[in-house]
């Protein structure tokens, strides 16, 4: 089983930055393929930025340019740097890992999700 942990979120103003994490542990062999989604009020969960085991990233267009998605792997921990934030970025952000995905920005790919942790964006 893994676990994993999100922290970071907050309410920041239009044009601010904020930086996810998202904490693995538990056997985290399968975590090889993470990638971090969200879910707006009303709407339906969406890929933002995923990342394999070679470090090769994927970005979903709305993000592109803005957010940056790594992972330390000592620390077995996945970032998001977000910057240039805009209020549709508001949502629910999650963490989500597995062993391998075919479609990185897929939730059905991933059987393991973190908690969430709440993105405000005010204009």
């Known amino acids: 089983q893994v676990q994993l942990v999100e922290s970071g979120g907050g309410s920041v103003q239009a044009g601010g930055s904020l930086r996810l994490s998202c904490a693995a542990s538990g056997y985290t062999g399968s975590t090889a393929f993470m990638g971090w989604f969200r879910q707006a009020q009303g709407k339906e969960r969406e890929g933002v930025a995923a990342?394999?085991?070679?470090?090769?990233?994927t970005y979903a267009d709305s993000v592109k340019g803005r957010f940056t998605i790594s992972k330390d792997i000592a620390k077995n921990t996945l970032y998001l740097e977000m910057n240039n934030l805009k209020p549709e970025d508001t949502a629910m952000y999650y963490c989500a890992a597995d062993l391998w995905v075919g479609h990185p920005l897929a939730d059905w790919e991933y059987n393991y999700w973190g908690q969430g942790t709440q993105v405000t964006v005010s204009s």
């Open positions: 990342i394999d085991s070679d470090g090769i990233s």
